[in-house]
């Protein structure tokens, strides 16, 4: 997440304004999981204060899952309210459904992002 998500995330809070919070969450490469309770906690202690969690693609929906379920510790109605999903590409098979996608993609072949060529 830290490395295919942080670009469209930087570049949507720029247009927004918004600030942006970056952490890793590798399910393949590494499986570097950095828990950042802290950016839900913060979210929702506020009054109308909302997350979206942006990757660049939703593959399986390993990834996703996993921080959701994740967040959900503390208070799963709070997680339902205040947090929305969004990726650039999302493979139609996805076990999780993103709630915004930029394509919807319906092919197994492997995409590399213009961020990630050597």
Avoid at 20 to 41: A, L, M, N, S
Avoid at 67 to 83: A, G
Wanted: one cysteine or more; a negative charge; charged letters at 25%.
């Amino acid at each position: 997440m830290a490395r295919g998500g942080a670009v469209p995330a930087v570049i949507l809070s720029h247009i927004l304004n918004i600030p942006c919070e970056i952490f890793t969450w590798q399910t393949r490469d590494g499986g570097v999981k950095e828990y950042r309770y802290d950016i839900i906690d913060d979210a929702i202690t506020g009054e109308n204060r909302n997350v979206l969690l942006i990757d660049d693609i939703n593959d399986t929906g390993l990834t996703f899952n996993q921080i959701i379920e994740n967040w959900k510790y503390n208070n799963p109605q709070l997680i339902d309210k205040h947090v929305r999903t969004a990726c650039l590409i999302e493979r139609v098979n996805s076990d999780f459904n993103v709630d915004f996608s930029g394509v919807r993609e319906d092919s197994e072949h492997w995409i590399v992002f213009p961020w990630e060529r050597s």
